[in-house]
């Protein structure tokens, strides 16, 4: 089916979330770790992107809305953060602090998961993900389209198993067990179909 | 191993960005195609992020390197471009439009991929791709920190095959072939472990 802007523009609401949402492609699967006035807080998102490796810098994007908004007012008194991968072995504990819980309470405990402290860093890991990282906040605007927020991160510690980092520094976060979300709600395994060769003319 | 900031700068080039590119998590794997002065263009891109569903707005973040160039270019001179998931059937020809052509070359004919038109869209989609989308260009902004360019589009025109759009709108990519990436150079499919409800506290 094509569907143009008009039709775009009738969809009922929850269905064009579902599908705006499932269009965008495989999404990264993370837990953002956070510490503030109401303690330890937990979210998943999937709104991870690279923005560079040196200085090793990530952004995320937020959406204005409430289940969120502790994490936003955690990172932005703090300045720090966690991005922890979601593993297949908790993938449904990890979806389940979506839930809109009150400030105090921490999404560790009511999920399940465990936090883990990595020497002074001021925000939780996950204890149960494989690979984690901390973040240092460098950046936060609110988009002036349609007032979500972009928050840019440099990652100042990765945590990382010896066994998952190949020669050439690559992590095969397929084999480390990694997820990765499609739409709203759909949680999938990667199989790896191929490593490819650094691209050339002629190739 | 846990590599802090100073350890992270003390990375090879080279290993570093390998290293740094594995950490994001799962990445979508979209052909970026534009029209400009040398012709059709095609840019395998992993950066595409869901900014909102209404408006419908994704944004791609954009290295300020060569090879993507004539993409950004043709992005701001025509102010369109597609978005076509790449299918595991040619996820090879895909990840080959890296290769830094010369901007008359269309990556279309140097890879084995065919330039598809909708209605007078002025932008190429992949006439192989199962889920297409057509987008203008709302904004450009080169980000400070880096110098990255992170460009926000509309989607005005989603080209997507009826038997993957399920009744509350959701569209399952995972069984309509799109793959995702992970680092640099890694294709998976994805094998779909559960669909979650709506979370909710106590759920």
Do not use: C, W
């Amino acid at each position: 089916m094509i569907l143009d802007s008009d039709d775009l523009d009738r969809l009922e609401q929850r269905y064009r979330a579902a599908f705006a949402n499932s269009l965008t492609g495989f999404k990264p699967a993370n837990l953002v770790g956070t510490h503030g006035a109401g303690g330890d807080n937990l979210a998943i998102m999937s709104s991870a992107v690279h923005l560079g490796s040196s200085p090793f810098l990530l952004a995320l994007v937020l959406r204005p809305d409430e289940a969120r908004q502790h994490t936003l007012e955690n990172i932005r008194e703090t300045g720090f953060y966690t991005l922890n991968h979601v593993h297949e072995s908790f993938f449904r504990a990890a979806h389940q602090t979506a839930a809109r819980y009150p400030r105090e309470v921490s999404e560790f405990a009511a999920v399940g998961l465990t936090a883990h402290r990595v020497g002074d860093f001021p925000a939780p890991f996950v204890a149960q993900a494989r690979v984690r990282m901390g973040l240092a906040l460098r950046e936060h605007q609110r988009l002036a389209i349609n007032g979500t927020h972009l928050l840019i991160g440099e990652v100042v510690l990765v945590d990382v198993p010896d066994d998952a980092v190949e020669d050439d520094g690559s992590v095969d976060i397929a084999a480390a067990g990694t997820v990765t979300i499609s739409g709203l709600d759909r949680y999938h395994r990667a199989e790896t179909l191929d490593r490819l060769p650094y691209a050339k003319p002629g190739g």
